[in-house]
Nanobody, 117 residues
């Protein structure tokens, strides 16, 4: 079973930047699409960005132009560069495989991002 560990969250002022990392165990990382999700306080979890095994990307409208998703298959690691952060970006951020999410798979512990105004 693949394990995913998110890191890199923290407290930042509006307009600041953070870089999240998602480290995956297991050899299937390089052949799977992956995504970053977030769950704001009191709201449902939402997909923020995803990246295919070939490197194609897609973003939620709310983060387009500010967030960049990338992956290093050699390191089994995915990243989310978050710039121009806003208070509404405050959430717990998770990484996962979209296929696993669709199948009701489990989630890691996530990493907290808090943006102060």
């Amino acid at each position: 079973q693949v394990q995913l560990v998110e890191s890199g969250g923290g407290l930042v002022q509006a307009g600041g930047s953070l870089r999240l990392s998602c480290a995956a165990s297991g050899s299937i990382f390089s052949i799977q699409s992956m995504g970053w999700y977030r769950q704001p306080p009191g709201k449902q979890r939402e997909l923020v960005a995803f990246i295919t095994s070939g490197g194609s990307t897609n973003y939620a409208d709310s983060v387009k132009g500010r967030f960049t998703i990338s992956r290093d298959n050699a390191k089994n690691t995915m990243y989310l560069q978050m710039n121009s952060l806003k208070p509404e970006d405050t959430a717990v951020y998770y990484c996962n495989f979209p296929l696993a999410v669709a199948a009701g798979g489990s989630w890691g512990q996530g990493t907290q991002v808090t943006v102060s105004s």
